[in-house]
């Protein structure tokens, strides 16, 4: 089946699949029984979709070697949701979770190559990503494939050992891999994301006009914390309009009007979101953002809390499931089941009003900082979407 | 039962095992019964022990979280071996193996820590050795620990993600997880291990005083290739001498004349060692070195040869197994299980006549570039041992 709907129809909603007993280490000693407990609940919530994190390294230990073993953990994994009654996005090259990189030992140390511009790196990474496809395609609740959770991440400077790619080698990277997954499974939605560097940062080498033409959908990673929370002011409503603010601004950036976007991750980070506030802030930037009919897809980051038995992950890492580590559903996850039984009953939210028109300075990625949270822009567009009417961002063509 | 046998005794031989299937990587989905089937050709070369390596970050894939399901494969592992008749040395920290390293993702890129010098690191180090321990203290074929392979390497500037240690700071982690090691398990025969920086770079913080006094034997690891093999001219006579240089040498810096010595890695490395003089390399290696009777094991590296499935190891490293991909005993094999039985059968060969004495500049370390492979002491002793006399080393006290 298409994972995304039409535009008419309602939005599909799922969440992010952080496996509540070991983290993602469990996929290194998979246990379906435990996966399918995890999907049960998560099915509970009404969700009709999870995105799952299989770990390169346990996937393709060496660059020739892709581990049929661990394959098929994958696939026993996807049946176990489609058991519950989930569909199953599944992301190829981990990469980058929660702080934590999980780097096959081929690219690292005596054999540090470059991801994304290393001709037999990235002639295996598309080998991993075609044999996923392979071993996917026939499972009825398979819905595609993700490159990578974030991979833009190692392209950056800021990253602590970067592994540096032009933004045409960038293109030409997502290019090769995208290419793989679609023929070797055409039905698929296949898509690549990235962190909101994309959207802000000018030399930032995942650049909008990739984010919004590469794969079969435009991906949305939400994640109101640290300067977008400062940008924010840390007022949970102005908050909560930030990943509405990503769609608008990836509307303006897209040429095809029709081109679906997916809000593939979500969610509401304390300390920034205070815990008291986390059920009025996920039901709110869900609304917020569904209200645009182009997002077909909210997938909530993420459906477990990551066990404080585990250490050294970021403080916000710890409370971002909609289930708790002992598998008691928390406030928002109650208040996104609602959300989304109402929405599956009454149909999506009314659009909001059309307001002003906010001009943007271009549409070239050297016009990204312009937009990104702590401008003046970024503040007009908060203060008018709180207001009701979210400005129309408009301005010239590259 | 302890691991090395007395002075009088002959020593005990074994060999490195790299699983001859996947190589290392079969330990992230271990399969028993391949691993007993390598272990069933090892014990048929007359090996009587393995050194085994578990990969750490599946032993430990969070710094708080050791995964049981990992460590029962080691014991798992222990069993299979045993039932070949085979007495198992477990590595702890992995590490190093063969160019390539396996890090855990709590210590690499946002959460780069110092394995050797951070306090957290080295708690979760030691709480991995002490599971360790007390998994395999009640095995009757488990014999002890290595901290882990050459993790020397790490510490040196020559590393290209170095973590500075100064001798001091080793000397402390090592006691702290050899105590740890010790605490769990009294019997075991627990030891550090290096690779030959310890003996020739003045400035590496792995020095000779550790490796003689740390642990219950001194390690050595003896690999022909390289500037070792420049500095013997390539001739492979000379280069079977290299083994009991390091011997000779270890006997120099230990202060303590009952210290047994181990002679933890030793390989034919291609094309130093040429394909059809393998076999009398090794013989000649193991001969050489074992007339010296505080050599009290031998253990090959390695087992099997790393299939050419496998990408991008260092040429060499295909090609050292006494039995290769497919299965089949090489050369060298066959030549090392008659040695084995010979010795067995009439004892260690005779020690050699007393050579000349041959004045070392002295016993601290920045001594130790003055022994190193190229330099004229170095070869001076060489031309001593093809004679049939290798010189006896003596220098001042420190």
């Not at 230990?61 to 892709?66: L, V």
């Not at 300390?271 to 869900?286: D, Y």
């Not at 906010?358 to 990104?372: F, V």
């Amino acid at each position: 089946m298409a994972f995304l709907p039409d535009l008419a129809a309602t939005p599909r909603f799922g969440v992010n699949w952080t496996p509540r007993r070991r983290w993602f280490h469990a996929w290194q000693q998979i246990d379906v029984a435990e996966a399918e407990e995890d999907f049960a609940a998560i099915a509970g919530l009404g969700m009709d979709h999870v995105r799952i994190f299989p770990l390169w390294h346990l996937l393709q230990p060496n660059r020739t070697m892709i581990d049929p073993r661990s394959v098929d953990d994958v696939v026993a994994v996807v049946r176990a949701a489609g058991r519950q009654g989930l569909d199953v996005s599944v992301d190829a090259l981990q990469g980058h979770l929660s702080s934590y990189e999980f780097l096959p030992s081929w690219i690292v140390t005596w054999h540090r190559r470059n991801i994304f511009t290393d001709p037999a790196v990235v002639a295996a990474e598309r080998d991993l990503v075609t044999a996923l496809a392979e071993a996917l395609r026939d499972e009825p609740n398979a819905v595609g494939l993700t490159l990578g959770n974030e991979l833009n991440q190692f392209a950056d400077p800021s990253h602590p050992d970067p592994m540096p790619a032009t933004a045409d080698q960038v293109a030409a990277w997502c290019d090769q891999l995208l290419g793989a997954a679609r023929r070797a499974w055409p039905e698929g939605h296949h898509v690549q994301c990235s962190d909101d560097k994309s959207w802000f940062l000018d030399p930032h080498p995942f650049q909008p006009e990739l984010v919004t033409t590469a794969g079969d959908s435009t991906t949305i990673h939400s994640w109101a914390f640290g300067w977008v929370a400062d940008a924010l002011d840390g007022d949970v409503t102005r908050m909560s309009h930030f990943a509405e603010y990503l769609v608008c601004l990836a509307e303006f950036w897209c040429t095809d009007a029709d081109r679906p976007i997916w809000l593939q991750e979500v969610g509401a980070p304390r300390p920034f979101v205070p815990e008291g506030r986390a059920a009025e802030f996920a039901r709110a930037t869900i609304t917020n953002a569904i209200r645009h009919p182009q997002v077909r897809a909210v997938t909530w980051w993420c459906s477990h809390d990551v066990s404080t038995d585990l250490a050294d992950y970021p403080p916000l890492e710890y409370s971002l499931g909609l289930i708790d580590a002992e598998g008691n559903v928390k406030d928002e996850g109650r208040a996104i089941a609602q959300l989304v039984a109402e929405v599956r009953d009454d149909g999506r939210p009314a659009g909001p009003t059309a307001g002003a028109v906010l001009e943007l300075p271009g549409r070239t990625p050297s016009d990204r900082s312009a937009t990104a949270p702590g401008g003046p822009l970024f503040r007009q567009w908060v203060d008018g979407a709180v207001a009701g009417s979210p400005p129309r961002l408009v301005g010239g063509r590259a």
